[in-house]
């Protein structure tokens, strides 16, 4: 059974980077092409997708975080990774990691790549503060 | 950006009665949404794939429907542990985005 499990510092200071693993067991990123996403959540708010990075590395950022996001993919490691940079208060969130499942959809007057999100980390507090 | 907006903000609903909450995408997205439920101190899960298709697991209590810019997820007999926030999740547009929430207690 795929088990993602994400983990980092709880705690950084403002203007330096936020830097997060995701471990996947059950399955090894080797196994298949696939998305792998980043989510978070603030406190009291709702969910934003932050982006995904395929397994060939390629990636998808969300325009309103793109300047300051990195995602990566470690193989030999079964993890990936995410950083951004330059932090605020504003960043201090639930991060979720979790398996980008994408199909094409051309049941409509065009095709499109539509995904879910299947399964998720538990998520892990990152506060920003000094 | 697709604006996902849920209604309503919270619902109280006794156990064994149905819920029926509602997305509305900004825009006409299809039938490409998605919804989730997240509980406190756990991973959140998918219900809900293609507006319609349940996951593998989920109870078939649950059920969504809708197309285009109006979607609804139904809970046909609430149980005890379905008392949680669910969210919707839109993938037609870049960047995907989610609804705010609805909060489902216990009346």
């Known amino acids: 059974q795929l088990q993602l499990q994400e983990s980092g510092p709880g705690l950084v200071k403002p203007s330096q980077t936020l830097s997060l693993t995701c471990s996947v067991s059950?399955?090894?990123?080797?196994?298949?092409?696939?998305?792998w996403s980043w989510i978070r959540q603030p406190a009291g708010k709702g969910l934003e997708w932050i982006g995904h990075?395929?397994?060939?590395?390629?990636?998808t950022y969300n325009p309103s975080l793109k300047s300051r996001v990195t995602m990566s993919v470690d193989m030999s490691k079964n993890h990936f990774s995410l950083e951004l940079s330059s932090v605020t208060a504003a960043d201090t969130a639930v991060y979720y990691c979790?398996?980008?499942?994408?199909?094409?959809?051309?049941?409509?007057?065009?095709?499109?790549?539509?995904?879910?999100?299947?399964?998720w980390g538990q998520g892990t507090l990152v506060t920003v503060s000094s | 950006e697709i604006v996902m907006t849920q209604s309503p903000a919270t619902l109280s609903v006794s156990p064994g009665e149905r819920a029926s909450l509602s997305c509305r995408a900004s825009q006409s997205i299809d039938s490409h949404l998605a919804w989730y439920q997240l509980k406190p101190g756990q991973a959140p899960r998918l219900l809900i794939h293609g507006a319609s298709t349940r996951a593998t697991g989920v109870p078939d209590r649950f059920s969504g429907s809708g197309s285009g810019t109006d979607f609804t997820l139904t809970i046909s007999s609430l149980q005890s542990e379905d008392f949680a926030v669910f969210y919707c999740q839109q993938s037609h547009n870049w960047p995907r985005t989610f609804g705010q929430g609805t909060k489902v207690e216990i009346k």
């Open positions: 979790a398996r980008d499942i994408g199909v094409i959809d051309c049941s409509g007057s065009a095709c499109y790549t539509v995904d879910w999100f299947d399964p």
């Open positions: 990075i395929y397994t060939t590395g390629s990636t």
């Open positions: 059950g399955d090894s990123l080797r196994s298949g092409s696939r998305y």
